[in-house]
Every structure is written in C-alpha cells, then in structure tokens.
C-alpha cells in the first residue's frame, strides 16, 4: 500500500485515480453503492447525476472527508489510504466543495495562506504578499488580496475557491458544480484555463456538473451515477446530451419548448421604487432600482456577479435594510417580516441556502419547519409545539421532493448540497396557494428543472409571480 511519504506531488505528469467497487453507507440508507471510475492522468473529467444520485459523497470519499464503508482507491496503481483532506493534498489532490470553505472574517490573501497545511505559525506578510502577488499575476481572473470575504459576491467567493487549489499546485482537482454562481462567459473562463492545464498534462481535472453545454465544451469524458450505482460511462466525442440524460433518469425524455404567453394580468403583485442598500462595508450597492412584477410573469434579473444582485435579494427576502426606496407588495408597503410574508405568500430561494436559508445544525424537520412551526397542526397558540405534527409534516416533504437523507433527524449540514436544496425547495414550494417566489441565482437550485413542471403549474394561476436573479 502506498504511503504518504512516499508520494512526490511534484512529479511530471498527474497520477492517475482509480477508484474500485466504492460503497458509502449512512446508518439504514446506502448513498453509495460498488461504484468505479478512473480518471486519466491528464485528462478532464465529469461526473454526472441528478441531485441526489451519489456524486458529492462519491468524492468525499476519495477525499477522505467521509471513510467508505468498502472499496479503495488507486494512485497510479498502487492501493492509497486516504483518511483525511489533509491526506488527499499530499497527494496532490483537492477540492473546490460545493459550499464555501473561506472564512468570511478573514481577507482574500489570509485565506489563501490559511488554505495551506504547512502554514508557519509565524508568519511574514511582506514575503507572502510577494508570493501571492506573483501568483495572481497570472491568475486566469483576479480577486482584490485585502478584501475581506464577507464583501466579495458568491461568483467571486467561488472564483477564490479555485484560486486556492490552483495556488496549492493540486495534480488532482476535483470541482463541485464550480459553474453554479457563475456567468456564461465566466464559466467558459475558468473551465477553459483549467482545460489547457489539462491538455498541457499538468492537471487532472474532475468535475461534478449538471450542464450539458460545459461537458460538450470541455470534457474528455464522463461517469454517470444513477441512485447511488454506477449508470455509464463514455467519451463525449461518442455521446449525444440525450444519451448522457438517458443514463442519468434511466429513460429518454424528449425535450419539450416552453411557450411564452402574455401574462394573464397587468395588475402588479411586485413593485420595488427607487430602492437602495449598501454592502456590508457601507458601499451602496443597489442604487435606486425600479421594477414591477405582474402576476403570472417571470421578471429576471441578469448582471456579473457584484453588481446588487446579491444585496437586492436580500432586501426582498428580509435578510437586508434599505437605505431608501419602497417595495410594495399587493399596494401595500412591504417590509419583509415574517407575518407579512406569510400573509402575502411570498417565498424566496437563496443563492447560499446552508448559509442564509439553514441552520446546519439542526434537523432536516426542523428545517422544513422553519416556515410553519408555530402555526396548526405543528403548534397549539402559537408556542406549544407538537414534535410529532413537524415529523410527519417533513415525512411528508422528504418523501415529495426526493430529499435523500437518513432520516429526518438527521442534521441539514450533513446532507449533499443538492439535498440541503431540496430541503429549501420543499419547504418554500410548500407554503399554500404561493403567490411571489424570489429565487436568487436559480442555477444553483439545480433541482427546479425536476420540478419545472410544478413551477409552471404555479405560474399559470393569476395570482403568481416569480422574480429571478442571476
């Protein structure tokens, strides 16, 4: 077996990964089950499945973030125990996880030096900024070394994410659904600087994705989970985008065009007047915005990442104080409280849902109670909560969305991000007679196109509305 010491990550060519027959179990439920996939030295990789399918406990294992409950991993042959994330960098293997892993306090340059394991305990900054000066030079994008990481948008967040494994020299980078809070040409600029490392044999590349458009862009060949079991496998240069979703649902779908009709209404639902709010260093970054959504339309906003999208949601969501400007729901002021929003049905999907829609640690039911815990049957006057009310409610919940947890006590932070999604989905889709929905960078919530039919049920009722960042 190939230890540690023995392993020079600073070798010509990536390793390659091989892993064998690997199974995952959480307590009564198999996430995981005798699934294999090599991965070429040198070449780009993706990892396909529906939310839910297995894919981020699939590389949490080679990471050794979880111990598999069978099945092992080959470095260039060679049997490899990988018991921690520390272990896989030795290696020469990284990650960019799904959910962030900066520490918001801490500035972009302090993150970069914390993402090392052998970080000294003292450290001297002149010499450091130096290092990291030369290295962003010829970075393929650029994120300012002093600003802090609570201020950066979360395409930017994501950025530093890779920033750091490419900072690390990784041989071996595993990507999370890296595009999620990404623009188009943003994407396209990131995976193509890591498809000429690639190409270059000087990174092995392997990436969790649900769009079809990057893998035909840029990958040399995909894996593709199913459930938990492994479901095919093939170069994409033989594949068509409709074989690859045949082996993710198990069936052909053929794609059905969408109409766009007038709305059924012009008496507005959603009104935002001259509206401003500041980032969190006191910067305006919304200025004076105007925007109306009628009921039954679907109204999007587009920007780079940055650019108020952010700040705008969270006025609308509660989460952030105007500074100026009104939002008026139904004619009447809005101010986002609890009470007003259940009053007027006005539900909202954040684009970091276990930072801003969660509390990791508690339960996947209490969660999805979040919205309806001291409300019948869950509650009696509004304070006496009755446990078995909420477990059925989430039951109930987890079975409709598909959430695949071990139960429903299981902490939400424990969950896949497409499960910590489906968590949220379920809870604000499920909220009677919905009337607005504000869904912030909806790429993320990967698991509205399974449900796009539900949507757009929604959305033909008149009373119906949903505004869209990205």
Known sequence: MTSIASVVVEIARPPELEVVNMTKQFGSMI??????????PGSFHALLGENG???STFVKCIMGFYTPTSGEVLIDKQPSTIASPRDAQQFGIS?????????????VAENLVLSRFNSPNIISWKEEYEQLREFMADAPFQVNLDTPIAQLAAGEKQKLEILKQLYLKSRILILDEPTSVLTPNEADEVLGLLREQASGGHLSVLMITHKFREVMAFVDEVTVLRRGKFAGHGLVRDLSTSDMAQMMLGE????????????PSTTPILEVRGLRANK??????????????????????????GNGQRELVEVLAGQRTATAGQVIVNGEVYRATRGEMYRHKIFAL???????????????????ALRTFDREPQAKGGWLLI?????????????????????????VGNLSGGNVQRTVLARELSAHNIKVLIAAIPALASILLRWNLFIRRLLRRATEALLSCW
């Open 53 to 55: 399918a297995g894919k």
């Open 350 to 368: 954040p684009e970091e849902p276990l930072r801003n829609a969660c509390v990791p640690h508690m339960s996947v039911a209490e969660n999805l």
């Open 252 to 263: 052909q779908r053929e794609v059905k065009p969408v109409e766009k009709n007038a709305p």
């Open 31 to 40: 996430a995981l089950d005798n699934v294999s996939m090599t991965l070429r």
């Open 95 to 107: 990650m960019v996880y799904q959910h962030f892993t900066s520490v918001p306090a801490m500035s």
């Open 280 to 305: 969190d260093n006191g910067l305006e970054a919304v200025l004076g915005v105007n925007l109306t959504v009628h009921a039954g339309e679907i109204v999007g906003i587009a920007g780079v990442c």
């Open 387 to 411: 446990k078995q009310a909420t477990l059925q409610f989430a039951q109930g919940l987890i079975s409709q969305f598909e959430i695949k947890t071990p139960s429903a006590d299981t902490p």
